[in-house]
Every structure is written in C-alpha cells, then in structure tokens.
Nanobody, 125 residues
C-alpha cells in the first residue's frame, strides 16, 4: 500500500532553517507529482508547494515563496522541503501529499489520494 513518511521537523528559532523529507513507497515514485501542505494549530489545511514528476516544474504559495525550496530525488523515492528564514507563522504540522498520477501539478488543499502522518515544525524563540 502507499506510504508517505515525513521527517525532519523540530523546534527552530525565527530566521533558522529546517529540511523536511518524505520517503514514499507503494507506488512508482517518478509517476506522480507531489506536494507539501501544512496545518497550523486551530487552522485549516494550507497548500505550501508542488513539484512535477521529474522535478522540472515547481510552485509555491505566496507565503513561502523565496524562502522554501521543494525538490525530489527519484532514485531515493524521497521528497524534500528546504525551509529557510523561518517565521513563527510557519509553525504547523507539515504533510507530504500525493495527487492522482494523471495530475501534472496540483495547487490547493483538496484532490489528494494520500497524505502522510505529518511532522511538527515549531518556530519560536
């Protein structure tokens, strides 16, 4: 079955950096675009970033553009999110999410087939 396992979260001071990873299994990794979404305490799901199957196209929410970088290694079945210049408002549980294979790129919080269990990111001094 499809599994998405996130890691790399933690507590970081404002201005700091973290790198999240998501290891996928149960489907041909390079056949699917992938996304990062997040959920802050008491708030709804927020779309963060998307990457096409081969990594040739990426998209970002305005709130993270210029600070976050999404990437993937199709030889390792792993999705990444490099987060720099972190702000307190980035505090959330971060999930990797998989749309259906025929979707080139999905931006938004609905339409996903699978989502991981999430990793907590806390930005605080």
């Amino acid at each position: 079955q499809v599994q998405l396992v996130e890691s790399g979260g933690g507590l970081v001071q404002p201005g700091g950096s973290l790198r999240l990873s998501c290891v996928a299994s149960g489907f041909p990794f390079s056949s699917s675009s992938l996304n990062w979404v997040r959920q802050a305490p008491g708030k709804g799901l927020e779309w963060v970033s998307a990457i096409a199957r081969g990594g040739e196209d990426t998209r970002y929410a305005d709130s993270v553009k210029g600070r976050f970088t999404i990437s993937r290694d199709n030889t390792k079945n792993t999705l990444y999110l490099q987060m720099n210049s972190l702000k307190p408002e980035d505090t959330a549980v971060y999930f990797c999410a998989k749309p259906p294979n025929h979707i080139f790129l999905l931006t938004g919080t609905t339409g996903y087939e699978y989502r991981g269990q999430g990793t907590q990111v806390t930005v605080s001094s």
